[in-house]
Each structure stands twice: as C-alpha cells, then as structure tokens.
C-alpha cells in the first residue's frame, strides 16, 4: 500500500514563498505520476499541478501557473511543490497524490485528465498552507 505524505504547510505572509513536500512509501514512486490538490473552507478539492512520472513534464492550474513549480526526485522518493508570491486565496489544506497509471497514460490523455481528483489513486492527509494579508 503506498503512503503518502506531505510537510511543509505553515503560515506566512502575502507574498512569501513555501516549499511543499510529499514523501512516499511502499510502492514504486518512479513509476507514478504525482499531483498536488488543494480545498479551501467549504470549496471543492481544486487541482494545482501535476507532474509525469519521470519528472520531465507538468502541468499547472493557470491560478498558480508562474508562482509554483511542481517536480520530483525519484531517488528520494519525494515531490515538491514550491510555491511563490502566495496570496491570500492560496490558502488552502494541500494535497499531493499519486497516479499509477505513470507512463502508460499517453502523453495527450495525460494532459486530458491530471487535474481531475479520480484520476489518482492515493493520497496524503494533506498540509495546511495559510497566507496572511
């Protein structure tokens, strides 16, 4: 079974950064894709970014798009989501999940389905991330 989980979260103010992580066990973490979610009070869980499993492509929600890089060190078996110039509305529980599917998804079915929730199969417990004004 694998586990996931994430650290990182915290509180900091309008414009600073965080570096998210998610460490993994028991399973093979280079071979899934990984995705990091967030869910604000009373919100749907909202997709952040997504990355393959090799590292070498993401993919990113345009609301983070160009304040956050996603990647992976699969030697590690750890992702990291790095978040920058955060706002207020980031704030958020994050968190980071894993798809099995890795490489086997082709690359335009990946791009079709990274940021809907039911495309991973498991998930942390998630990190708070506050951001004050």
């Known amino acids: 079974q694998v586990q996931l989980l994430e650290s990182g979260g915290g509180l900091v103010q309008a414009g600073g950064s965080l570096r998210l992580s998610c460490a993994a066990s028991?399973?093979?973490?280079?071979?899934?894709?990984m995705g990091w979610f967030r869910q604000a009070p009373g919100k749907d869980r909202e997709f952040v970014a997504a990355i393959r499993s090799r590292g070498g492509t993401t993919y990113y929600a345009d609301n983070v798009k160009g304040r956050s890089t996603i990647s992976k060190d699969n030697a590690k078996n750890t992702a990291y989501l790095q978040m920058n110039s955060l706002k207020p509305e980031d704030t958020a529980v994050y968190y980071c999940?894993?798809?099995?599917?890795?490489?086997?998804?082709?690359?335009?079915?990946?791009?079709?389905?990274?940021?809907?929730?039911?495309?991973?199969?498991?998930w942390g417990q998630g990190t708070q991330v506050t951001v004050s004004s």
């Open positions: 028991g399973g093979t973490f280079s071979s899934y894709n």
């Open positions: 999940a894993a798809d099995k599917r890795g490489g086997s998804a082709i690359l335009s079915t990946w791009y079709a389905t990274n940021h809907e929730p039911a495309s991973y199969d498991y």
